[in-house]
């Protein structure tokens, strides 16, 4: 019998619409209890989320608790330490950043898979209890995405897309608003280039059969995306949902 979460990772691979939800705080109880709300994954924030390698292995533990969704990590950059790391600790899949070039790509594939296609140093400490502990059997089971967010990996998308073995490339919208001279995330000035700097990420994967992923602010604009074609749409992100609603029962209850 599999494990929900390899399931879910198959699914993705499909393109299957596949929704997520982003967490950045190192707080395992939380996570666990988000593990149990229905999303097929839960994205933990290596990057610039508050978590270090021990937040990252425990909130993972926290996530399988839920018996369901599967725990992916954004790594803090494409490295194959982190990467493996990411990997024995659990992760069924990564979500690696600022990839500008098709040889970066296919640097973060190698690392994420067993020799025979890659160089992942074998040491499932954790994973083998859910993902391997068979080479081949793990380089299938786990999810590769890359992140198209600057200018250069814009520029190069197609090719980042035909590497072998990236299984997806995922939009960090905030950085590609800034990538095609955005003074902030969402600047309404550069709407019309942003939305063409998506589409052309989208266009590409789906060309390459690739998974098109996107990260997403609220439920809204992840519906949005998913008619548009995305098929891995994250939705962020428990800091910023816990301001928000801490914030909207203050109003109410000062009937402001």
Aim: proline share 6%; hydrophobic share 40%; with cysteine.
């Amino acid at each position: 019998m599999t494990h929900p979460a390899t399931d879910v990772i198959r699914k993705a691979k499909s393109k299957e619409v596949t929704l997520g939800y982003w967490s950045v705080l190192d707080s395992p109880i939380s996570n666990e209890r988000l593990a149990m709300t229905g999303y097929d994954y839960i994205a933990l924030d290596g990057q610039h989320g508050l978590m270090g390698y021990s937040g990252i292995l425990h909130n993972l533990m926290a996530i399988d608790a839920g018996h369901g969704p599967a725990g992916i990590v954004r790594v803090e950059a494409n490295d194959p330490a982190v990467i493996g790391q990411a990997l024995d600790a659990g992760a069924r899949g990564v979500i690696v950043p600022m990839v500008d070039t098709a040889e970066q790509a296919a640097a973060a594939v190698r690392a994420a898979r067993y020799p025979g296609t890659g160089s992942r140093s074998y040491g499932p400490m954790r994973s083998g209890l859910r993902v391997g502990p068979v080479p081949a059997e793990s380089d299938a089971a786990v999810l590769v995405l890359v992140m198209i967010e600057t200018p250069q990996g814009l520029e190069n998308v197609e090719e980042i897309c035909a590497v072998e073995g990236v299984d997806g490339v995922y939009v960090g919208p905030s950085d590609l608003c800034l990538a095609v001279g955005g003074r902030f995330p969402n600047d309404p000035d550069v709407k019309e280039v942003f939305d063409a700097a998506i589409d052309r990420v989208l266009t590409a994967a789906r060309a390459a059969g690739k998974i098109p992923a996107i990260h997403t602010p609220d439920g809204e604009i992840a519906r949005q995306r998913i008619a548009q074609g995305f098929t891995f749409v994250t939705i962020a992100s428990d800091l910023t949902h816990l301001e928000q609603a801490a914030r909207q029962h203050l109003d109410q209850a000062r009937g402001s």
